[in-house]
C-alpha cells in the first residue's frame, strides 16, 4: 500500500499563487505517475495534473499556463505550484498515486485525504 499525505491548502485572493505538496510513504517501488486531482462543490473529481516518473507531465487544459506540477523521486514527493489563481480553481485537491504490482499484475490508484483551496474574487 502506498499512504500520501499533502500540505500547502489555504485560502489566497484571486490572482495570488499556492503550492501543494505531496509525501508518499509504504511501497514507493510500485508508484509510477503522481499527480492531483480536484473536486468543487457539485462536480466530479477531475484530474489537474499528473507526471510520471521520468518526469512527462499530463496537464489540464483548464490549468495549463498557471499550473506546474514536479516531482522528487528522491523525497517521494509531487508539487503543484499553482499560480494566477482563479475562484473557479476553488476546490479540494486530492492527491493520487498511480502503482503497479507485478506480483498481481494490478494497477491501483491510492488518494491523499484531500486539503483545500479556496480563491475569493
Known amino acids: 500500500q502506498v499512504q500520501l499525505q499533502e500540505s500547502g491548502g489555504g485560502w489566497v485572493q484571486a490572482g495570488g499563487s499556492l503550492r501543494l505538496s505531496c509525501v508518499a510513504s509504504g511501497d514507493i517501488g510500485s508508484i509510477n505517475a503522481m499527480g492531483w486531482h480536484r473536486q468543487a462543490p457539485g462536480k466530479q473529481r477531475e484530474l489537474v495534473a499528473a507526471?510520471?516518473?521520468?518526469?512527462?507531465?499530463n496537464i489540464a487544459r483548464s490549468v495549463r499556463g498557471r499550473f506546474t506540477i514536479s516531482r522528487d523521486n528522491a523525497k517521494n514527493t509531487v508539487y503543484l505550484q499553482m499560480d494566477s489563481l482563479k475562484p473557479e480553481d476553488t476546490a479540494v485537491y486530492y492527491c493520487y498515486t498511480d502503482s503497479y504490482f507485478p506480483a498481481t499484475m494490478r494497477d491501483v490508484n491510492y488518494w491523499g485525504q484531500g486539503t483545500q483551496v479556496t480563491v475569493s474574487a
Open positions: 507526471i510520471g516518473h521520468d518526469g512527462t507531465t
